[in-house]
């Protein structure tokens, strides 16, 4: 399929020049509900019965376009699927749905479908898109010297044999990502580097085959404030010159923001907003996004730490939660969003955190300690002493003491049970990416059928 | 003003490789007082992690330490190690990068407690220690219903949580974390440096906050440290050095770093030098924009900068110290792109 | 190396400091030669006392045509019969065995003997055990829980029994005694070598780097060949001079139980040994401590070798190389200023 690509130091001559608007450039990359399903292996008995023990939806679901010389930033937390997604593109990790059509232009032979490539087809995918991981002393063979591990793709590929050749282009690719003079790196190995120079010859092995696509993982989080400029400079002058397409994967806002015309951001693999950078810095609309603006940390003491932050962290993937997926910790979430029984163990165990010792006793006489509740829009809260009310006191003292808690907003009603209390929820309802001006959001708050339940609540 | 828990005085950390021995720590002065919390930032390979385990007497074997730490009237430098692991833990702490690693897999997160407090407060029975541990915990943010978890039912941001709250259990003076949130998402990290900005609130405890970030020392440290190259350049209020870096490296790691309110790319040119064969004189001058004549030739001479802070840097004299012609920019030759990191 | 061992206890990783400038040349090999050379200490003295002793039997198996006296099975010079089983003199220094044969001679012989059964035995395990090691490792699946399955069981087998057996089954089929017994202690070393490059395959596999192969398009036996090779062989080395040194003793065993090789086709010590212990109880002791001795001796040799390089190689076991720093005084280390030593009075003070 790919013919032998340019030579580096020749400039690609990229007909789109960074005037081109963005929505009249080739599409490189056009991403259709992906989805990146893991079977889960259950225990020795669940295999031996054949049992299905579920799955991971590490991709659930998601859609972009990139086109040609345009950045997009996927950026969300670890387990937000963003890194499972960019190595999916590559086939490291197995696409279970969707569509991925990927175009490398004309002098690649023109557009190819991604999903149900089997792996030697793959193979040769892997020369048109490249990665570029977060750690690069992890990614370069410990074992391989700078010039063979960079010449290494021209093998791989069989481009050329020319030892001529392969030594032109490796010192060209040396000169471009600026480990000059060219001389002292070639038979240096990882272990000799610092961390930015070790990135420079992560990205000479990108660019040896002139690749359409550089799919970067992280690839300045691992390394020093003061290098980091340099390698995003550096990957922006790749990209000017050599006519790039980045998807940059990253969890920092704050180089997304100087780095990508696109942001799309991800929580546990599916996106949440997506739009052009600009504005999405100006007006983040998703609470998610607004959270992660607020909680970079800025070289400002004038500034306090960020209070108002989301609680907890990403929950686990095999068990979503109901509903919008970022619901338990959203300080905006409302009615809709999907409340459920194991947000009744959440608030008690938020509530245990915060009451003295013995207060917590007391309280857990009651109720017992929480068990793994269903997943479901009906909660049974056991009460220990059946038929005194104490549960439904202990759920009305919670309440008085923070009645601003957004799970109360999710509560219909409180009804007394035998041997308990029944709360029920609302019906929770998934969130659909929806156009707001240039963005797209997937938030229930931007939704106007339930604009009246909306609470006007501060985010940060 | 209260008195200091910790005061390193011209300490030095140099350990030995193949290629010679290491300048990590190349004497170093600072105070942190009591209740207090102190950022000490640099680039990786600066030695501000080797300073931070110098302090708590934790460093390789065949590295030789001299100078002063004195804590609270105790010199710590040349005390024996068996007598140093007594002091650790009991009024030194440690929080790690790591909190996956520090923990036993096999361990309940009750055992763990269990154990350090035993180990130091033999006294204690087992009530007391439930009672204390869970306490900690609580104001770790960890729900006293997880007490008897083992460590792998928890995320990342509640071990390290549960990590802060084992070294501070003890009620130590002075803690040393080194870079607790760099292995943390955005959002925990917040967390976790929320939770250290309340120690003091909750626990009296002095602190001292190892980062490459100068965001996390602005949000959680009172005054800050800068280290380059095995030496402090810079120490100060984090206000005045923030808002007035003295130093040039100051100033050229404050504008490099990326943040939200960044509007240009910048960057400090060459690395960061090699602490086996540290430049002469000044170790920064080789990369900074003002360097003088002098800067090449003599160490400088630690001064109080007129906003207060204390700053290693020709450029702020003294000058009688300065030999004539010293004053003129250096002339240098091209920076060699091989020396950029 | 792996990222791990950048993670140095108690100070920051020395990688991390910009590296020096003068770039010397070196492959995987080159940096086994370099740690070997680095080695101090006990570990020196291990390696370098069993380097010599293995030297000196290696030189003898070389050479041993120009150093032994007589022939292996010669029992006559010059139309003269050797004395039946005389002790040691002038012409025979360590005494004649039963068979009027010289017994320096045959020692000579049999250092030529066992080393060339242990290379051929190290060798062969190596380019079998090794690959199956890469290939089980690499690829998982069905084909690596039968690769284990077979390799377990042959693990668990009594080794000299299976040996026995090997032998046996070879002594029609493979003419040269030197071969059948290196083919059958092949088989016991064999699950051995695939063990322990599985292992290091398996954890080898999930790192960066290799999935960086795949990411460029490289196939599974260029990542198995370029890529896990040279980073999973690191304690092969340790392996194969322990192995080698068991594999004596195994050789020597065959040969004591007469399952090994016949005294016509090549000397042989375990062989020695046995018909030696016969005469023991005449007092002739020449017969049997000479090749005992040899035995003991090749055995310790690599022994310590190997025990050497694991203590150099190990990372585990190897200590950071610990030069022990020694602090220049205060006044050396200004190198510049004159008045450094009273800033420092003066720079404590003003803190105070």
Known sequence: MPTKPDDLDVHHAHLESDATPLDDRPVVLDVRDLRVHFALRGGFFDRLLGRSSGSVKAVDGVSFTLRKGEVLGLVGESGSGKTTTARALLGLAPITGGTVRFDAGPEFGGAIELTGLREPQFRAVRQAIQLVFQDPHASLNPAMDLATAVAHPLKIHHITKDRVEIDRRVRAAFERVGLAPVDQYLHKYPADLSGGQKQRAVLARAIMLNPALLVADEPVSMLDMSVRAKILQLMLDLKRDLGLTYLYVTHDLATAKFFCDTIAIMYLGRIVEIGPAAQIYADPKHPYTRSLLAAIPEPDPRRAVPRNLPRGEVPDAARPPLGCSFHPRCPAAFAPCGWEARDVNALLEQRWTAVEEGEYERERAVVGDPVELEAGATALLPDIHAGSGAAAALLDDIKSADPNEPFWRGVRSVEPEPGGVRLDFNEPVDPALRDIGSVRVACHLHDPRFAALAAPVETP | MAAPVISVRDLRVWYGTERGPVRAVDGVSFDVRAGETLGLVGESGCGKSTLGRGILGLLPTGSAVDGSVRFRDRELVGVKQSDMRETRGAELGLIFQEPMTRLDPLMRISEHFAETLRAHEPELSSAEIDARSIDTLRRMGIPPTRFRHYPHEFSGGMRQRIMIALALVLNPAFVVADEPTTALDVLVEAQILSILADLKRNFDTSLLLITHNLGIVAEACERVAVMYAGRIVEEGDARQVFSDPSHPYTRELLRSTISLSTTALHYIPGSPPDLVDPPSGCHFHPRCPSAMQVCSRLDPVEVRAASGQRVSCWLHGPDELIPPGGTAPLQRQELASADEA | ?352
Not at chain 3, 10 to 22: A, C, K, R, V, Y
């Open chain 3, 1 to 352: 190396m792996t990222a791990a061992s950048i993670a140095e206890p108690g100070g920051e990783s020395i990688l991390d400091t910009p590296p020096p400038t003068n770039s010397r040349p070196r492959g995987p090999f080159g940096r086994l030669w370099q740690q070997v050379k680095q080695a101090q200490g006990f570990s020196k003295w291990l390696l370098w006392v069993g380097a010599a002793i293995t030297a000196v039997f290696i030189v003898l198996a070389v050479f041993a045509p120009l150093i032994a006296p007589y022939g292996f099975d010669q029992y006559m010079s010059h139309g003269v019969r050797f004395a039946k089983q005389g002790s040691p003199n002038g012409t025979h220094w360590f005494g004649t065995n039963v068979r009027s044969v010289d017994v320096l001679s045959v020692v000579i012989y049999g250092s030529r003997t066992a080393i060339e059964v242990v290379v051929l035995a190290v060798v062969f395990s190596l380019f079998i055990g090794v690959p199956l090691g890469l290939i089980s490792g690499y690829y998982g699946g069905w084909l690596d829980r039968i690769l284990v399955l077979i390799m377990d069981a042959l693990f668990a087998f009594p080794y000299l029994l299976l040996a026995i057996i090997i032998a046996f089954l070879l002594q029609n089929s493979v003419g040269s005694g030197v071969l059948t017994a290196a083919i059958a202690i092949t088989v016991i070393y064999v699950p051995q070598y695939f063990r322990v490059v599985r292992g290091q395959v398996l954890s080898a596999r999930e790192e960066p780097y290799v999935e960086a192969a795949r990411a460029l398009g490289a196939r599974p036996r260029t990542i198995m060949g370029r890529y896990l090779f040279f980073n999973v062989i690191q304690s092969v080395p340790v392996i194969a001079t322990l192995n080698a040194a068991d594999a004596i003793l195994t050789l020597a065993g065959l040969g004591f139980l007469g399952f090994g090789i016949q005294p016509t086709q090549a000397a042989e010590w375990g062989y020695e040994l046995q018909r030696g212990v016969a005469d023991m109880g005449a007092g002739l002791w020449w017969t049997s401590v000479f090749p005992g001795l040899a035995i003991v001796s090749l055995v310790t040799g690599l022994t310590l070798v190997g025990e050497g390089l694991n203590d150099v190689l190990n990372p585990v076991l190897r200590k950071r190389s610990g030069r022990r720093v020694v602090l220049p005084r205060r006044d050396a280390a200004a190198t510049t200023l004159p008045t450094r030593q009273g800033d420092n009075r003066g720079r404590g003070e003003e803190l105070a």
